[in-house]
């Protein structure tokens, strides 16, 4: 069972800057998609940016400009730089994972315990 771990986030004041990372114990055989989603208290879990396999790099319009992803494979690791936060990026920041962990796996999605971002006005 692959585990993903979360690491950064915290508190910060509007304007600020935090980084996330994921780390993925083990390297599946193909991964489709690695990335971040968020969810605000009261709201649905969204995307918040995430990496496709064809090296695409998917951001959620509220986001665009001000975070920038980046995935290391020889690290299993995915990066999340935040910046020019606002107070309405506060949420539990989960890391995803999706793909094949062997090659006759069926497609399964991974998923972090979820991270905490508190941005203040």
């Known amino acids: 069972q692959v585990q993903l771990t979360e690491s950064g986030g915290g508190l910060m004041q509007a304007g600020g800057s935090l980084s996330l990372s994921c780390a993925a114990s083990e390297k599946l055989f193909f991964i489709v998609a690695m990335g971040w989603y968020r969810q605000a208290p009261g709201k649905q879990r969204e995307l918040v940016a995430r990496?496709?396999?064809?090296?695409?790099?998917d951001f959620a319009d509220s986001v665009k400009g001000r975070f920038t992803l980046y995935r290391d494979d020889a690290k299993n690791t995915v990066y999340l730089q935040m910046n020019s936060l606002k107070p309405e990026d506060t949420g539990v920041y989960y890391c995803n994972l999706g793909g094949l962990y062997r090659a006759n796996s069926r497609y399964a999605d991974y998923w972090g315990r979820g991270t905490q971002v508190t941005v203040s006005s």
């Open positions: 990496t496709t396999s064809g090296g695409i790099s």
